[in-house]
């Protein structure tokens, strides 16, 4: 499948409006998906749209720029496991963090004890306390991980799976914000 | 070719501007009558007699001149490009020439005749650079990429547009310096490999213009075609930018950018002059710090700085009037002292780079060194000490940078399909919310163009307009990112308060310039953008500059030269009489006699000189002949209490 921005043939561009993003690199909506196909695709796509090689007429600017706009955004979200996860959840009807943000039940309250320890391990200057907690966290955010590319990989599945994907792309945000924290 | 087709390439420079062009044999140079292709970005302003239009004079007269006229030389007018007074309260210390606050926290440059706006002095550089290529080229030029740090924010990328148009110049493309020299970099590479292929052998220079590594050096299995991960360190004479990026099928894709818009070479000089002015006070008691004083000893401090980078040592000497000299030696390991926390903060960035792109140093397959200050021996060292690799220094760093604007200026003429830049934005965009925080729509080093959109409502019935403030910058509170402006969004449909819907795209374009456009949903209705700047010109007065600036479509290329050669003449007849009037009395009669019939017999010779290789070199003998006089002015500028030595005609 080739990207619906521009013909191969002629190089004229058509506008981005109405695609999803697994449209724009001409792939099917899945989460697994080959992150070097993906990039070739990108690279190949960018140079054919691109402002830069549509600066002479200007209505061809503006839709270039747009759809360029448009194009690195997608690969943003694509290239990166996570947000590709959530894209394709709401892509395939879940909802988004805005209208669900519940977590699984241990969550928060695993969250706010090990923000305490973190403060007083810090505050008390113990360092191998402070490593212990560290890998503690990579450890939370590398299972929450697994755990939602274990679920995205079973889209679109039914309500209650949907469900579960989104309290757990819910819980990584709590543990990538600890992370950040270290 | 279409002389509308012609884009050159120009890297706008804190001390030098240079103009590139790229035709089918590659990017080249464009270089003056005597083959150097820098152009001293310093502008010398003097208010005419009469009614006459004031003298301005660009390049390397201005910058020899820049002591006997400190307050009318302008130098580093890129540092406060886009900025306002607040930006530059540490700068105005070393600044020779006055500077005072304009309308909406701009700046203006305040000289003998009037004042003018960074944009309108940049404007004389950019145009002197256009008269140069135009004479080389032979045909107008009306169209450029110019280059500006990558850091630069959005007043910072749109006062050098405005500088270009004031240069009758249409500015394509705000290119970043660090991508720019890139390009140049990949583009040599090609040329490289494309000639080792064709002839079996390395080639000690490519056609483009580019030195390249000699035989047996960094030789490593990276072409254009094989993907590769770069880091271009730039630290030039104002600023420093860091900028890691992926080179693969001819897309250079940049991953992640940071920098420091007052970092460069100017700190270190004025590290020496920090020092040198600390001494003579303590030794001598003296101050000096006239604006003649800051000019000279600018010079002085970097030719010192240039010095240290090939020899271990340099030597200061300064005589001071009435036997007072300040004479010492300066090593290079004390000058490292005095740079080496500047150098390490050039570090800190690279490791926010790095970082922001998810790579360890030992990822960057190549480190390429740009910028004038890259050839301080303490800088290669300590760069390649972090990135735990020898740099890449095949490139002349003084030019590799408007090399890469003049390919990128041939990219976008449709000359290279295969070829294509993907930048970033440097700083994350937001607007102010409830309470002056900020919320953040576009994330530093997001690929652009981008895009973002965002609803909003209003608060009362009938409420037609919406006030956005959007900000620049990776703090949490508005207050302390730069403002970027009032959005007011106007003509929204008259309905009840909370119904309207109103999605408003914000969308970074290729230069990394901010456009904002909305739409109320329910009805369809377009709003109008009205945007009031915090900082920066008016439409109005952009218009008024590019009005006033003086554009000249000159062709005969002879006739170019005679008058540059001719108005070269006055200059230096002109700056040595005044200069005659004022110390003439340090020198001996002789000495006197002698300056006097130099200036009469050169003044002969210009009025009917036919031959004008000959003109310049007797113009040039004759700045060696009064090279004494100019060290006595030097020498008194430093010791005079202001910029109006003690006049001795006076008495």
Redesign the interface.
């Known amino acids: 499948m080739d990207s619906p921005l521009f013909c191969e043939g002629c190089g004229r561009l058509y506008p981005a409006e109405g695609y999803n993003y697994f449209d724009l690199f001409g792939l099917p909506p899945r989460y697994d998906l080959d992150t070097a196909t993906l ?1 070739q695709k990108y ?1 190949e796509t ?2 054919a749209i ?4 549509h ?2 007429r200007p209505e061809a600017a503006l839709m270039s ?2 759809a ?3 194009l ?2 997608a ?2 979200v694509l290239a990166d496991p996570m947000l590709r996860a959530e894209y394709l959840l709401e892509l395939f009807g879940g909802s988004s963090a805005a209208q669900d943000r519940s977590v699984g039940p241990d969550v928060l309250t695993q969250t706010l004890a090990l923000r305490e320890e973190l403060e007083e391990a810090r505050q008390m200057q113990l360092e191998t306390r402070l490593a212990d907690l560290r890998c503690q966290i990579e450890t939370l955010c590398e299972q929450t991980e697994s755990a939602v590319q274990e679920l995205a990989r079973r889209l679109p599945g039914d309500e209650t799976l949907r469900r579960q994907l989104r309290q757990q792309l819910n819980a990584l945000r709590y543990y990538q914000k600890l992370r950040e924290n270290l | 070719m279409d002389d509308a087709d012609i884009i050159v390439g120009i890297d706008l420079g804190t001390t030098f501007s240079l103009v590139a062009y790229a035709d089918e044999s590659g990017p080249h140079i464009i270089r003056d009558e005597n083959g150097d292709g820098r152009l001293p970005s310093v502008v010398a302003i003097e208010p005419a007699e009469d009614d006459a239009p004031p003298r301005i004079t660009v390049g390397w007269k201005a910058r020899q001149h820049a002591v006997e006229n400190p307050r009318s030389t302008i130098y580093s007018i890129k540092r406060l490009m886009g900025r306002g007074p607040a930006d530059i309260e540490r700068e105005r210390a070393y600044l020779a020439y006055q500077v005072r606050p304009g309308p909406r926290d701009t700046i203006q440059v305040e000289l003998p005749g009037g004042a003018y706006t960074p944009e309108e002095i940049s404007a004389f550089v950019l145009q002197a650079l256009r008269e140069r290529a135009e004479r080389h080229l032979g045909r107008p030029v009306r169209k450029a990429v110019i280059t500006v740090p990558a850091y630069f924010d959005d007043a910072q990328r749109q006062a050098t547009r405005v500088a270009g148009q004031a240069a009758g110049l249409e500015v ?2 705000i290119v970043n310096e660090p991508t720019a020299a890139a390009l140049a970099y990949g583009i040599g590479l090609r040329e490289q490999l494309a000639a080792e292929s064709a002839t079996g052998k390395q080639v000690a220079a490519g056609r483009v213009g580019l030195s390249l590594a000699g035989p047996g050096r960094q030789r490593q299995p990276v072409d254009f075609g094989a993907a590769h991960t770069v880091a271009v360190y730039d630290l030039g004479g104002g600023t420093f930018d860091i900028s890691t990026l992926r080179i ?4 250079f894709q940049v991953l992640s950018t940071a920098g420091d818009t007052h970092l460069g070479g100017d700190d270190f000089d004025r590290a020496i002059v920090t020092l040198v002015q600390r001494e003579v006070q303590e030794q001598l008691g003296l101050s000096i710090d006239s604006p003649a004083a800051r000019q000279a000893l600018r010079n002085l401090a970097e030719n010192v700085k240039i010095q240290l980078s090939t020899q271990p040592q340099s030597r200061i000497e300064l005589d001071l009037g009435q036997g007072r000299t300040y004479s010492r030696t300066i090593r290079r390991e004390e000058f490292e002292g005095l740079i080496a926390d500047l150098v390490e903060r050039t570090l800190r960035l690279c490791a926010q780079a790095l970082r922001d792109a998810n790579l360890a140093p030992a990822d960057i397959d190549r480190v390429i060194l740009v910028g004038g200050s890259t050839r301080i021996p303490l800088v290669r060292r300590r760069v390649a000490e972090y990135f735990g690799r020898e740099p890449y220094t095949a490139l002349n760093p003084d030019e590799v940078v408007a090399l890469g604007a003049a390919v ?1 200026a041939a ?2 003429s ?1 000359r290279h ?2 070829m ?3 930048d970033v934005t440097p700083l994350s965009l937001g607007i102010e919310t409830m309470g002056g925080a900020v919320a953040k729509l576009i994330l530093r080093n ?6 973002a959109t965002e609803m909003f409502t209003t608060f009362v019935d009938g409420q037609t307009a919406i006030k956005l403030h959007v900000v620049q910058g990776e703090r949490e509170l508005a207050a302390d990112c730069r403002s970027l402006g009032e959005f007011e969004l106007r003509d929204l449909p008259p309905m009840p308060g909370g119904i309207p819907k109103v999605e408003v795209e914000f ?4 230069n990394g310039i901010l456009n904002v456009s909305a739409r109320e949903l329910r009805s369809g209705r377009q709003a109008s953008v009205q945007i009031t700047p915090h900082h920066g010109l008016t439409r109005a007065e952009i218009e008024r500059i590019t009005r006033e600036s003086i554009q000249f479509a000159r062709s005969d290329i002879e006739a170019h030269r005679r008058i540059d050669l001719l108005n070269q003449v006055d200059f230096d007849i002109r700056k040595t009489r005044q200069t005659l009037e004022r110390f003439g009395h340090l020198l001996t009669p002789q000495e006197r006699q002698e300056i006097e019939r130099e200036m009469v017999a050169l003044r002969e010779f210009a009025d009917q000189a036919q031959d004008l290789d000959e003109l310049y070199r007797r113009l040039t003998a004759f700045g060696h002949r009064t090279r004494r006089l100019a060290e006595i002015a030097i020498r008194e500028a430093l010791i005079a209490p202001d910029d109006q030595p003690p006049s001795p005609s006076a008495t």
């Open positions: 990039r690279l960018s140079r691109h402002p830069d090689h600066g002479q720029l747009r360029s706009a448009r690195n955004e690969y943003r | 394509v493309r693969e099928q001819g897309v990128q990219v976008l449709g399909p295969e294509l830049l993907l997001t690929t652009i163009p981008c895009r969308l970074l374009d290729a």
